[in-house]
């Protein structure tokens, strides 16, 4: 299994970036997915997950009204667009997956992850 987080970067505040996940070696329409991240000296958290087919979301209230997560199990893809980005949401930001047609926004209910793409939002 391969989870290829990709689209990080340097952005202004108030800004927008989008972040992809292409997975591979797994039946992506089989799985929930989720994106997390993780600041210097912080404990990963939980942003945002989706159900196997999109029809659901749930969102942490840091980033809700900001971020929308979607997919394409067309392309095995999964996507997190963030707007009006703060300096806060700067992490390395992780995409995982789970063989569970519900989605959590618990680290632990994953069983596979993203190398990580970096976020840094400057002030």
């Known amino acids: 299994v391969q989870l290829q987080a990709s689209g990080g970067g340097v952005v202004q505040a108030g800004g927008s970036l989008r972040l992809s996940c292409a997975a591979s070696?797994?039946?992506?329409?089989?799985?929930?997915m989720g994106w997390f991240r993780q600041a210097p000296e912080k404990e990963r958290e939980f942003v945002a997950t989706?159900?196997?087919?999109?029809?659901?979301?749930y969102y942490a209230d840091s980033v809700k009204g900001r971020f929308t997560i979607s997919r394409d199990n067309l392309k095995n893809t999964v996507y997190l667009l963030m707007n009006s980005l703060k300096p806060e949401d700067t992490a390395v930001y992780y995409c995982?997956?789970?063989?569970?047609?519900?989605?959590?926004?618990?680290?632990?209910?994953?069983?596979?992850w993203g190398q990580g793409t970096l976020v840094t939002v400057s002030s």
């Open positions: 070696g797994l039946t992506f329409s089989g799985c929930a």
């Open positions: 995982a997956a789970r063989y569970y047609l519900g989605s959590s926004n618990y680290p632990n209910d994953y069983a596979y």
């Open positions: 989706i159900n196997y087919s999109g029809g659901s979301t």
